[in-house]
């Protein structure tokens, strides 16, 4: 078993996401002891921001790592331990989570595969990405 950084990478589908962390100085947290878990938007989930979004974020790295960070919660979080409720994620927000039978969403964003494992943490692959609830990126609705 690898880092989550290594799973995502060897999962495939988080290109933009792994240069997005590298870009924000956190590939190195995320291959750290951990543990986390990460609700990790793929490659089309982050297709689905306005366009000039995800570059305005990349010239602009406190709100980019800033953005990340809510998609990471401490601990490790199985499918089977998640509740409705508010989660707190390292960004320091708290996403709400809704559980309907097998479905679990995260804001406005779906669970479309759990418990990818690794040895620092977890994967969960959602289909949006997050936007904190303070953010003040104006290219993103």
Known sequence: MQTIIDTATQVGGFTTLLNALQAASLTETLRGPGPFTVFA??????KLLRMGTLNGLL???PKLKALLLYHIAAGTLAAKDVRAGDLKTLEGSSIAVKVRGAVVTLNTAKITKADIAA????IH????V????DAKLAAVA
């Not at 997050?130 to 609830?133: A, E, G, M």
């Open 41 to 46: 938007p793929t490659d089309a989930a982050f």
């Open 59 to 61: 010239k602009d790295i």
């Open 119 to 122: 040895t620092n943490g977890i």
């Open 125 to 128: 692959v959602i289909d949006h």
């Open 130 to 133: 997050l936007i904190p609830p």
